[in-house]
T-cell receptor, first 117, second 112 residues
Framework: AQTVTQSQPEMSVQEAETVTLSCTYDTSESNYYLFWYKQPPSRQMILVIR??????QNATENRFSVNFQKAAKSFSLKISDSQLGDTAMYFC??????????????FGPGTRLSVLP | NAGVTQTPKFQVLKTGQSMTLQCAQDMNHNSMYWYRQDPGMGLRLIYY???????DKGEVPNGYNVSRLNKREFSLRLESAAPSQTSVYFC???????????FGPGTRLTVL
């Protein structure tokens, strides 16, 4: 079974600075996707970024980028130029690619990020 | 285009009562999901529906039933609510490959 670990329950960062959130996962699969989801106080789950395991290039979306280390099974999220609106819970998630209808989407426990003015 | 909608947003039940959480999506997605979110545990999959007429158990299905009424709607039913089912419930939908899930706003359920 796949597991996703986020070792930092809470983090804080000053506005305009850079912060990195950690995620590690355990799987024997070779084909899978990794995700970072953001959950602001509104409770809405929002996809931040997605990485395909077969791609060596790290995904980027504006101020958000990942450091994907497949051998180490590590998938960290870097937020540059942090903004107050980045304050949220961040969830790392894993999805294996499978011929089965059930794609085994697994979420980590989350990291609560506070951006301080 | 409303995306994924859920009703109700909040609900309080007494132990033993039953209720149905409703979910609908207008993105023509094949796959739909029900998750529960508990503090410190992230989201856990309750049930999953790959397409209209099919449902599969996820990680934590006990105490729940689901119905994929049509392509748009996927409901979650608690037949006899228990305090352990106090949680926030999220519905989501995706294309068949599941690469991107779109979530509803969630339902906060309290069982007394």
């Amino acid at each position: 079974a796949q597991t996703v670990t986020q070792s930092q329950p809470e983090m804080s960062v000053q506005e305009a600075e850079t912060v990195t959130l950690s995620c590690t996962y355990d799987t024997s699969e070779s084909n899978y996707y990794l995700f970072w989801y953001k959950q602001p106080p509104s409770r809405q789950m929002i996809l931040v970024i997605r990485q395909e395991a077969y791609k060596q290039q790290n995904a980027t979306e504006n101020r958000f980028s990942v450091n994907f280390q497949k051998a180490a099974k590590s998938f960290s999220l870097k937020i540059s130029d942090s903004q107050l609106g980045d304050t949220a819970m961040y969830f790392c998630a894993f999805m294996k690619l499978s011929w089965e209808r059930w794609q085994n989407f697994v979420f980590g426990p989350g990291t609560r990020l506070s951006v301080l003015p | 285009n409303a995306g994924v909608t859920q009703t109700p947003k909040f609900q309080v039940l007494k132990t033993g009562q039953s209720m149905t959480l409703q979910c609908a999506q207008d993105m023509n997605h094949n796959s739909m999901y029900w998750y529960r979110q508990d503090p410190g545990m992230g989201l856990r999959l309750i049930y999953y529906s790959a397409s209209e007429g099919t449902t599969d158990k996820g990680e934590v299905p006990n105490g729940y039933n689901v119905s994929r009424l049509n392509k748009r709607e996927f409901s979650l039913r608690l037949e006899s609510a228990a305090p352990s089912q106090t949680s926030v419930y999220f519905c989501a939908s995706s294309e068949r490959d599941g690469r991107t899930q779109y979530f509803g706003p969630g339902t906060r359920l309290t069982v007394l």
